[in-house]
């Protein structure tokens, strides 16, 4: 039984030179206990994606069609007093970069405070104080009876985050949304948080949504992915079928892309050519066609988010090659890309 | 040692016990130095010609400071910075002008460190014309001539730094940097800030570049797979200290000192079997 249930998301931006279509048609479920990655470049949606599900894109100039629910309610029909209320206590979210998600002059625990304060009014402070204390010690903060009490700035960017993760869980939301959550910090310390949201995972059954733009990230902790590219889905299945039989060329040009310490280095990086296109001048029909190799006569039409393995039922890609063709052309010098690299 | 004798044999950048220590300072009259930020505490390497050597470390390990020190954009607090054999460490602008030809930078935020109020020639000619390497119609077709050979197109050449994409302007950057055909280039993290997939992109593009130029590179960065991806040599730094230096294959494949196998188990890998087993065998 799925919590979380999005179906053809859509979210427009009228500006000056025409609308904006960041989120065009997303749509996915997510069960308690599970982690759903969405992927994608700077300007593909999956912010959008995940700030549209909290209410935080409701802006004079959006358009915003679909349908999003939450255990039965309604997200996207919900007025803005019962968004508050959902916020925080039914869906926590955590921020890139958690110095500017904390309020620099008031003290850490003061804004935990607060914050289940602003939700639960029979609270009184001394408990809630108590409350930010065991939440400190839940996420790994040590000493957290004298950091309570310290200001955003006394903590490191790691620390910090981990704050950012005791608040978002103060309320024991069901949901918890991750955009970038290690982007700004160390390797060390990302993987310290990426445990963290692995072990709350597990412990709390809680369902998270993790937007990231590594591939390495997603392997480390995600269940499912979604690989989005110009806000739309381009391909998504469980975390295997993803990175061992990945179906749309967007997808295989990535993969091909990383660099990886554990194996052998080619002698020139393999490469996605061009680069994104504007939101506002999208080409007819495939997205991706453009930066694609493999284009051939059907790709103006735009492909459907279908399945095409027999045997994968939950894989779809938006692509109009056939499985067979695409087992063929995704090996590049035998590992999966888009193209061999260019001498 | 008199620099010209050496400059055929010496290496192109040599550094010896490079400190930056940068002072704490108390008080509200009388500023008194409490205490000290050793940013960069006794760092030794060497660039040869047309090599790449990569610097990795996590924030605040002083990877930046030391490229700074290196070009004397910061005063280093002691220590040698020899380029080819000749001693650059404390000399003032002045002096350093005519060595800035032979050794430029690219930065981290190619939205930050190109004037917006510029149009793409004045910027990437700037460097030529400062340096009274060409002028007028020269110097239009020796701008258009790089920015063709950075991937972007000649009729740029008006246009200014936000119509462009994080990638373009990266190109930008380099097709400075390259203007006057130094010998150096230090890359201050010049694929961090750019997509995944125009990461590679602009990889390719240093790569080839070096090999058509015989530049060398300071490559630093904090993702240890692009480095050691373009590095021939990689030094891992830590609180102001190299902990290691080595081939870049051997720092990875075989690291031996403790905080850069910490660094390295640290790396996620985008294998979802691999990083199975490794968080299995790991103790938590």
Redesign the interface.
Known sequence: MSLLSVSDLRVGFATEDGVVQAVDGVSFDLSPGEVLAIVG??GSGKSVTAQTLIGLTRAKNARIEGSVQLGGEDLLSAGDAEMRRLRGERIGMVFQDPMTSFNPVYRLGNQIVEAIRAHRGDVSKEQGRARAVELFEAVGIPDAKRRVDDYPHEFS?GMRQRAMIAMALALEPEVLIADEPTTAL???I??QI??LLEQLNRERNLATILIT????????VADRVLVMYAGKVVEQGT??EI??DPQHPYTW???G??????R??PR??????G??PSLLDLPEGCPFRPRCPHEFSKCPQYPPLEAKLPESPGHCDRCWLSPEEKREKRLVEGQIGLEA?RA | MNGTETAGSAPLLEVTDLVKHFPIKRGILIDREVDQVRAVDGVSFKVERGETLGLVGESGSGKSTACRAVLQLIKPTSGSVKFEGREIAGLGRRQMRPLRREMQMIFQDPQASLNPRKRVGQIVGDPLKRQGVASGSELRRQVQELLERVGLSSEHYNRFPHEFSGGQRQRIGIARALALKPKLVICDEPVSALDVSIQAQIVNLLDDLQDEFGLAYLFVAHDIGVVRHISDRIAVMNEGKIVEQGSADQVCENPRDEYTKKLLGAVPIPDPRESRERRAGSVN
């Open positions: 470049e700077s960017g160390d390797v060390t990302q993987a990426l445990r733009h590594d591939l390495g990230v997603v392997a480390e975390l295997d990175f061992y040009g990535l993969m892309s990383l660099t990886r310490i554990d052998p280095r020139r990086l393999p490469q996605i050519a680069q994104p690299p």
